[in-house]
């Protein structure tokens, strides 16, 4: 627009230039030549507008660029962010499976009746750390003299009477009889190379399992009573 109204304009200076002439020579009428001359001055004023016009546009294209090198800047930016946080994300990853790897998790629901090593110690693969044991796998022990085995079979019923608790009362089966006296496997068993001269009662580990009472009131290596019913 700007170029054909500077085309429009050189066409209207040269006929009022013509329109001039022929108005100073009395060719023309005055109004003919006002005519033209008001056609100038308009067209004149129209195009310094679009001049106007034109350079406000390149002003904000200017600034339009100058964004749009800011918005490519930014989205190199967001992109580098981006490789940094992925690379962050896998060494938070690689973390939280160190971590997994330092907790100690135990394989039953239990309690900790004993701790080996202290905190800040350091640890060597397959060192006792922690002993747990599970109430509900809580079970009796008793070391039966052989003479009152007779009768005693899997299955067989007991009641139990602990030490700790001596108004409760609590019942159990017989669910193992040791194959072997505890003396067998005794940490130091006792030398008969030389052979015996006293009759010594061998006592036979019995198992039995608690089958009424509160389990979780006990604690590993209570001691009390107990009667076996023989079958």
Not at 42 to 48: I, K, Q, W
Not at 101 to 117: H, M, N, Q, T, W
Not at 183 to 191: E, H
């Amino acid at each position: 627009r700007v170029k054909a109204f500077e085309e429009k304009l050189r066409q209207l200076k040269r006929d009022y230039e013509r329109f001039k002439r022929l108005y100073e020579k009395g060719v023309v009428p005055a109004r003919q030549f006002e005519k033209v001359e008001t056609e100038l001055r308009a067209a004149t004023r129209e195009y310094e507008a679009l001049k106007a016009s034109l350079e406000e546009v390149s002003k904000q294209k200017l600034l339009v660029l100058e964004k749009g090198k800011v918005v490519k800047e930014l989205a190199r930016e967001i992109e580098a962010l981006n490789e940094k946080l992925k690379a962050l994300g896998k060494k938070k990853e690689e973390l939280e499976l160190l971590i997994s790897y330092a907790e100690l998790r135990s394989p039953i629901d239990g309690f900790v009746v004993k701790k080996f090593v202290k905190e800040g110690e350091l640890v060597r693969p397959g060192q006792f750390v922690y002993a747990v044991y599970d109430p509900s796998g809580v079970y009796v022990l008793v070391l039966l003299d052989e003479r009152k085995l007779e009768g005693v079979k899997v299955g067989s019923r007991a009641r139990i009477k602990l030490d700790a608790f001596p108004d409760e009362e609590f019942e159990g089966v017989v669910t193992e009889i040791n194959r072997a006296v505890a003396s067998k496997f005794a940490v130091i068993p006792r030398d008969v190379t030389a052979g015996e001269f006293t009759k010594v009662a061998q006592r036979v580990p019995v198992k039995i399992k608690i089958t009424k009472g509160d389990k979780r009131k006990l604690i590993l290596g209570q001691g009390g009573e107990v009667i076996i019913e023989k079958r």
